[in-house]
C-alpha cells in the first residue's frame, strides 16, 4: 500500500520540484494531488517524467480528508490559512514556508542531521523544512560538528535568483536580455539590478543591521544542530539562476586538520566531496543543478584562528533547499510513523 500525497502550491517552482522528485524517487503514491490557487484551477500539470498528468485543484475547497500528506510550496499566506486545516483533518503537513520554522511544537527538519526530531510532529501534526541557504549549511556542518565540535560559524551566501521565485528567474532574464539591446532597466522584484550585479539584502531589514535571511539561518541551525553553536551570516543575492553557494568559515572545539576533515565529509550523507586543489577541481552552481547533492570543495585550514577550517559549499537550492528536503521528510515520516502494508 501506499501514500495519498498532496503537493500544495503544485504550480510554483518548488511545487513542480516537488512532483517531479516525488516520481524520480518513486516516492510510494496510491494517489497525488496537485493543488493550487483558483488561478491554476483546472489546468494541467506534469507528474515528472512519469508521463501523467494531474488536474489541478483549488485549495480553497480541497478536503484533505483521508489524504496521509501535504507538501506545502504555497508561501505563508495560503498556509496560514491552509496548513492548520489540513492538519486538523488528519494530514500530516511537511511545510516549506517559513511560517512554522521557529514554532517550538513544530519540529524543524533535515533528515541527515536531525531525524529524531520528526518524532515531535504528533503535537501540531505539521513539520517544517528550514531555509534554503540553512538546509545545505547544516548537512555540511553535522558531520564536522559531531567529529570535532563547531563553537563559531562565519558564512557568507551567494543565493541564486530562483531563491525569489519565478519572479526573480524572469528579472535576470529580462534585465539581462535588456542590457544586452540597451533597453533601459528597472528593478521590480530586487531592490537594485541584479544582472551584472550582487546585492546584499535578502528579505526585511531588522533592527541590528542584519537581515530576516540572516537571521533565520543564525536560528535555525541553533534549532536543528545546536543551540551553543555561534553564527554571523552575510546573505547575497548573485546573478545566477538555480544553485546557492556558501562560503564557510568555521571554529572548532578540538583540533583539526584538513584532511581529516575531508576523510569525514567523503563518507558523510548527503555530501559529495569534490576538493582537488588544481584548475576545475571544484565545484560551481552550474554543475550542481538537477542534482542532490550537497557538494564541498576548496577545503583548508584558517591559521587566523584556533582549530579553524574554510570549505566552498553548493546545492541546487529548488532540491536540497526546498523540494528534496521535503520529500526525504516524507519519506522519513514513512519509515518511522506511517508504515503501510
Not at 516525488?22 to 484551477?41: G, K, M, N
Not at 515520516?333 to 506511517?338: E, I, S, V
Request: proline share 5%; with cysteine.
Amino acid at each position: 500500500m501506499g501514500y495519498r500525497v498532496a503537493v500544495v502550491g503544485a504550480t510554483g517552482n518548488v511545487g513542480r520540484e516537488m512532483l517531479s522528485i516525488l516520481a524520480e524517487r518513486e516516492f510510494p503514491c496510491d494517489e497525488i494531488a496537485a493543488v493550487a490557487s483558483s488561478r491554476s484551477t483546472g489546468s494541467e500539470i506534469d507528474f515528472g517524467e512519469t508521463g501523467k498528468k494531474l488536474k489541478v485543484k483549488n485549495i480553497e475547497h480541497f478536503d484533505f480528508t483521508g489524504w496521509d500528506i501535504a507538501l506545502f510550496a504555497a508561501g505563508s499566506g495560503p498556509t496560514a490559512i491552509h496548513a492548520p486545516r489540513a492538519a486538523a483533518q488528519g494530514c500530516v503537513v511537511i511545510d516549506n514556508s517559513s511560517l512554522y520554522r521557529m514554532d517550538p511544537d513544530v519540529p524543524l527538519i533535515v533528515p541527515e542531521v536531525n531525524p529524531d526530531a520528526i518524532d515531535g510532529y504528533t503535537q501540531r501534526n505539521i513539520i517544517a523544512n528550514p531555509n534554503c541557504s540553512t538546509a545545505q549549511m547544516v548537512v555540511a556542518l553535522k558531520p564536522l560538528h559531531d567529529a570535532f565540535g563547531i563553537k563559531r560559524v562565519v558564512v557568507s551566501t551567494y543565493q541564486s535568483v530562483s531563491g525569489a521565485g519565478k519572479a526573480g528567474m524572469d528579472e535576470l532574464f529580462e534585465q539581462s536580455r535588456a542590457i544586452f539591446v540597451g533597453d533601459q532597466v528597472e528593478p521590480r522584484k530586487f531592490t537594485k539590478q541584479i544582472a551584472f550585479n550582487v546585492i546584499p539584502h535578502i528579505d526585511v531589514f531588522l533592527d541590528d543591521g542584519s537581515t530576516k535571511e540572516e537571521w533565520k539561518m543564525v536560528v535555525e541551525t541553533k534549532k536543528i544542530l545546536d543551540p551553543k553553536i555561534k553564527l554571523h551570516a552575510t546573505c547575497v543575492r548573485v546573478p545566477v539562476f538555480v544553485g546557492h553557494s556558501e562560503a564557510l568559515n568555521i571554529e572548532f572545539e578540538r583540533e583539526v586538520s584538513a584532511t581529516e576533515a575531508q576523510d569525514i565529509l567523503r563518507e558523510a550523507p548527503g555530501i559529495m566531496l569534490v576538493d582537488k586543489r588544481e584548475d576545475a577541481g571544484y565545484v560551481t552552481p552550474i554543475e550542481c543543478v538537477g542534482d542532490s547533492a550537497t557538494y564541498i570543495s576548496r577545503v583548508r585550514e584558517d591559521p587566523t584562528v584556533e582549530n579553524g577550517l574554510a570549505l566552498w559549499c553548493v546545492s541546487d537550492n529548488l532540491r536540497k533547499g526546498a523540494a528534496l528536503n521535503a520529500v526525504q521528510i516524507a519519506e522519513l515520516l514513512g519509515r518511522r510513523h506511517l508504515k503501510k502494508g
